[in-house]
């Protein structure tokens, strides 16, 4: 990968992490009232998350040849990683919301914008199996490190049929088993996110695909005819179009997408003053993910709601803070070792980037 493709990786990802937080502003009591709030939603919903996949299955495939040669250390890496914030945030939070809880004025909003902590018990099963989960953005580092592991464990298998037997799981399986069973949310997550980091890890290894998915395309255009289709079909066709031919196309609807932000990416890292913001946000996009939800975002969008203020200005005011707030305490705590081992995994965040 040279380094005019891995800024269009890195830009995309930065585009991405933007598109989490305001996706996040649009709270139901937001987009329920606003169609054009619910259409803009309904669009980054289509693609804003399998992006981080597919470039997570992109770097995946060009470091496999070091991961090959230790296997456990790259699952117990990912582990520190991944699994130590989601278990401190979530025990930060439950505890946030039980604090909360005490509190009669506070309850009241708690009660209307909340997940209600309950007893102890309750906490530690919704921690420990994600079921219900007061934190719902924690289910990325989970369904991650499982795709992770999932993969290095697999590693031998062809690319090719590995793809294949994601792509028919998540597209046909998943919606079979959820005819019949209650699927776990970590579960559903996990089917519905893998093809994705396959895909990335597909089309890397081939060198002339990869070269095509990373540069400008006509992606952009094809991802706004097929998502304007879908939409017309879905209002007044929703009863004919369902089944498997629902299925197909909003999986290629995704795949368009992903490739659209690629495409879009490829044009904007050629602007150095576009490539410099876009890898400051890619830099910081795991400090900005873990700690923009639940409080900041919703918590202060629907603040914002109860006391009627308008959807122009809640969105982009909450925006700013999702992405603020986390940077300041990044940029406070950054040189701290505790905070870097049990909020960020051990990760640390590159000042000059």
């Given at each position: 990968?040279?380094?005019?493709?891995?800024?269009?990786?890195?830009?995309?990802?930065?585009?991405?992490?933007?598109?989490?937080?305001?996706?996040?502003?649009?709270?139901?009591?937001?987009?329920?009232?606003?169609?054009?709030?619910?259409?803009?939603?309904?669009?980054?919903?289509?693609?804003?998350?399998?992006?981080?996949?597919?470039?997570?299955?992109?770097?995946?495939?060009?470091?496999?040849?070091?991961?090959?040669?230790?296997?456990?250390?790259?699952?117990?890496?990912?582990?520190?990683?991944?699994?130590?914030?989601?278990?401190?945030?979530?025990?930060?939070?439950?505890?946030?919301?039980?604090?909360?809880?005490?509190?009669?004025?506070?309850?009241?909003?708690?009660?209307?914008?909340?997940?209600?902590?309950?007893?102890?018990?309750?906490?530690?099963?919704?921690?420990?199996?994600?079921?219900?989960?007061?934190?719902?953005?924690?289910?990325?580092?989970?369904?991650?490190?499982?795709?992770?592991?999932?993969?290095?464990?697999?590693?031998?298998?062809?690319?090719?049929?590995?793809?294949?037997?994601?792509?028919?799981?998540?597209?046909?399986?998943?919606?079979?088993?959820?005819?019949?069973?209650?699927?776990?949310?970590?579960?559903?997550?996990?089917?519905?996110?893998?093809?994705?980091?396959?895909?990335?890890?597909?089309?890397?290894?081939?060198?002339?695909?990869?070269?095509?998915?990373?540069?400008?395309?006509?992606?952009?255009?094809?991802?706004?005819?097929?998502?304007?289709?879908?939409?017309?079909?879905?209002?007044?066709?929703?009863?004919?179009?369902?089944?498997?031919?629902?299925?197909?196309?909003?999986?290629?609807?995704?795949?368009?997408?992903?490739?659209?932000?690629?495409?879009?990416?490829?044009?904007?890292?050629?602007?150095?003053?576009?490539?410099?913001?876009?890898?400051?946000?890619?830099?910081?996009?795991?400090?900005?993910?873990?700690?923009?939800?639940?409080?900041?975002?919703?918590?202060?969008?629907?603040?914002?709601?109860?006391?009627?203020?308008?959807?122009?200005?809640?969105?982009?005011?909450?925006?700013?803070?999702?992405?603020?707030?986390?940077?300041?305490?990044?940029?406070?705590?950054?040189?701290?070792r505790l905070y870097n081992l049990l909020i960020l995994g051990?990760?640390?965040?590159?000042?000059?980037?």
């Amino acid at each position: 990968m040279d380094q005019q493709q891995s800024n269009t990786i890195r830009c995309a990802k930065g585009i991405a992490i933007l598109l989490v937080v305001l996706g996040h502003t649009m709270i139901p009591g937001i987009r329920d009232n606003n169609p054009v709030v619910y259409y803009i939603w309904s669009v980054i919903y289509i693609f804003h998350m399998p992006v981080f996949f597919c470039a997570s299955g992109i770097l995946f495939e060009l470091n496999l040849q070091r991961y090959k040669k230790d296997p456990l250390r790259f699952i117990g890496s990912k582990a520190r990683l991944l699994l130590v914030p989601y278990f401190v945030l979530s025990f930060i939070i439950y505890l946030t919301l039980f604090i909360g809880s005490l509190i009669p004025q506070v309850q009241k909003l708690m009660e209307t914008y909340f997940h209600s902590p309950g007893s102890v018990q309750n906490i530690l099963f919704e921690i420990f199996t994600y079921e219900g989960h007061a934190a719902q953005h924690l289910w990325f580092v989970l369904v991650l490190f499982l795709i992770f592991a999932v993969n290095i464990l697999f590693r031998n298998v062809n690319r090719i049929v590995f793809a294949v037997i994601c792509i028919l799981l998540s597209v046909f399986g998943l919606h079979i088993l959820k005819m019949y069973f209650h699927v776990p949310d970590i579960i559903d997550y996990f089917i519905f996110e893998i093809p994705f980091f396959a895909v990335g890890r597909l089309i890397v290894s081939n060198k002339k695909l990869f070269g095509k998915a990373v540069s400008f395309n006509l992606s952009p255009v094809l991802f706004a005819g097929m998502a304007a289709v879908y939409f017309i079909l879905t209002d007044n066709y929703s009863g004919s179009f369902d089944g498997p031919v629902r299925w197909i196309y909003l999986f290629i609807m995704r795949v368009t997408g992903i490739a659209s932000l690629f495409s879009v990416s490829a044009v904007l890292q050629k602007s150095q003053k576009c490539l410099k913001v876009l890898c400051f946000f890619e830099k910081r996009s795991y400090p900005i993910y873990l700690l923009h939800q639940p409080f900041i975002v919703s918590g202060l969008a629907g603040l914002m709601v109860h006391f009627d203020i308008p959807v122009f200005v809640i969105i982009p005011a909450v925006t700013a803070a999702g992405i603020g707030v986390p940077l300041a305490v990044n940029h406070f705590l950054e040189n701290s070792r505790l905070y870097n081992l049990l909020i960020l995994g051990g990760r640390k965040i590159n000042k000059t980037a």
